[in-house]
């Protein structure tokens, strides 16, 4: 029977929000006049008329209850907005009352009556919203579980007590909040729904070992990396699980699920800060063109394929010759952006008649070349290959570019072309050249360097988690050694918004950031993985649950 009851609640919601907020405005109808008459015994002839009136005045608020949505709000998340609803919506149902009673009854009417059913039933309609949501707030602190994982939040903002409410609601035993941590003067000794603030961010440390925490949400606006970094390493040791809410912003747009609150990633510490794009200029240069990318199924020019698809270009034409990656981000931009016409072209840039012949199919505006062996060790074992990957095949592609007028052709390079050590190194510089020397007036030519990059086939952070996965150890061969890192989608916004301003001719070195010891990234990548670093020697960093 209770699930009967229950179900009929839920699936006939919005009919009994309309039918009691009509009672409710009916017994605020009734009660002006019994405030009207001092609770005493209302005259037969304004009795009468109560009687006469009850059903227009209700019917009338009945019409502004839905006109204006008020049974359709989730009481207890009643706020401003609500309020305005109610106050727009009575004050529409009072003034049309006051025409009608003008006019079927012309001035017998208390005048007061209308004051009185207006604010009576303001406070009816609010009122019982209000009490609802009340009642959650003042028991939800009763309800908390102390079972859980003992967490910690840092941040005693917006974003804090939205982070409190989520794992209180749809966490409930899975987590036990223990406390904030905030910075901001005044707020120790204070609490957020009966949650202790219990210091500032700098207590972390001596706080997570004192009271025994396990979990630690970075729950502030828009974090910088650097804050991010240096509140999980005065962490470390300790090993202890961190997540990060997503940014404000998220949450103004509707956007923020309870799935968003997610573990720190590499990416939150390494790298620099976001930095402001001109996205409407490039919009305006690759929206409704046709453009082309070599290496489409790599790290680098996959994502490239992505951003560019957001701007939505007239074409889009993916070369690889690579089938599996191929066919996987065609159908990736496919399923994401249906409205882009997305073009496969499965060829290798070292064949230049095959080159020559899809641009001469789709004759693309502007061309990406992302299209490389990049591999190191490999490549010095291979180092024909490279050269006619590298050299050879950006050779045939400026060929083409030139040949069918592409009007702007961006070489992704690298920092290993700088003095270069190796072999693809040292293509990579020849490709910087072939591209550098090109003469023509009406394509444009440059390369964009950048160097290491998260998550991109080859480099030193898969390595690490493959290691880290086996429980250790994790090899660094020189605790000295530092990169520069950034990820996959800040290089390629960087390297789309180099496109806008590239003249021929020029090489563009990104800004990477602060350079990271190898060491450091180790100690790190084995932190996030909830084990602890219990062993440093001078062949590198061992690690154990």
């Known amino acids: 029977m209770n699930s009967w009851f229950k179900h009929f609640i839920i699936t006939n919601r919005r009919g009994l929000s309309v039918a009691l907020h009509l009672l409710l405005g009916a017994a605020a109808f009734v009660l002006a006049f019994f405030v009207r008459f001092d609770f005493t015994s209302i005259p037969s002839r304004y009795y009468e008329l109560m009687l006469m009136a009850l059903p227009i005045s209700t019917g009338l608020k009945g019409f502004a209850i839905i006109y204006f949505g008020l049974s359709s709000g989730i009481w207890r998340y009643v706020g401003i907005d609500d309020l305005s609803r109610i106050l727009k919506a009575v004050a529409a149902s009072s003034l049309a009352f006051l025409v009608v009673s003008l006019f079927f009854f012309g001035h017998g009417f208390p005048r007061s009556i209308h004051i009185l059913d207006f604010l009576l039933t303001i406070v009816f309609f609010g009122g019982i919203r209000f009490a609802i949501r009340l009642f959650r707030e003042s028991f939800r602190p009763m309800l908390r579980t102390t079972s859980g ?19 209180m609601k749809d966490y409930m035993g899975v987590y036990n909040v223990v406390g904030f941590l905030d910075d901001a003067p005044g707020k120790k000794g204070m609490s957020i729904h009966g949650c202790p603030i219990l210091g500032k961010v700098s207590d972390a440390p001596k706080l997570v070992k004192h009271l025994e925490i396990t979990e630690v949400l970075i729950a502030i606006s828009a974090a910088s990396k650097q804050f991010i970094r240096s509140t999980v390493e005065s962490c470390a040791g300790r090993n202890v699980n961190f997540r990060i809410m997503p940014a404000i912003k998220s949450f103004m747009t509707g956007e923020m699920e309870i799935e968003t609150i997610r573990k720190v990633k590499l990416e939150d510490l390494l790298g620099r800060d976001s930095i402001k794009l001109d996205r409407d200029t490039v919009a305006g240069q690759l929206g409704g063109k046709c453009i082309l990318i070599t290496g489409a199924g790599g790290s680098i020019g996959s994502e490239i394929a992505h951003q560019i ?28 952006f249906p409205d882009v016409h997305v073009v496969p072209c499965l060829v290798d840039v070292r064949e230049a008649n095959d080159v020559m012949a899809v641009f001469e199919a789709h004759l693309p505006q502007k061309v990406f070349h992302a299209a490389a062996y990049k591999h190191v060790p490999l490549m010095e074992q291979h180092p024909i290959d490279a050269v006619r990957t590298n050299v050879l095949g950006t050779k045939n592609v400026v060929a083409a570019s030139v040949k069918h007028g592409v009007k702007k052709f961006i070489m992704i390079s690298t920092d290993k072309a700088v003095r270069p050590s190796s072999i693809m190194g040292a293509t990579k510089r020849i490709c910087e050249l072939v591209v550098a020397r090109q003469n023509t007036n009406y394509t444009q030519f440059a390369s964009v360097r950048f160097g290491n990059v998260l998550g991109s086939n080859g480099s030193v952070i898969p390595i690490f988690e493959k290691q880290i996965a086996r429980g250790g150890p994790v090899r660094v061969t020189d605790p000295n050694m530092t990169r520069y890192f950034m990820t996959i989608p800040e290089a390629v916004e960087l390297v789309l918004q180099t496109s806008t301003i590239a003249k021929s001719n ?40």
């Open 149 to 167: 994982k003992r967490t910690l939040i840092i941040g005693a903002g917006d974003a804090g007590e939205i982070a409190l409410r989520s794992l």
């Open 309 to 336: 698809a957001a701007y939505a270009p007239e074409k889009l034409i993916l070369l690889d010759f690579a089938e599996s990656a191929l066919f996987e981000i065609d159908r990736h931009l496919r399923e994401e």
């Open 506 to 545: 020029d090489v563009f070195v990104l800004d990477m950031g602060t350079p990271v010891k190898i060491i450091d990234l180790a100690r790190n990548m084995i932190e996030l993985s909830g084990m602890v670093v219990y062993e440093v020697t001078v062949h590198g960093v061992a690690n154990q649950k």
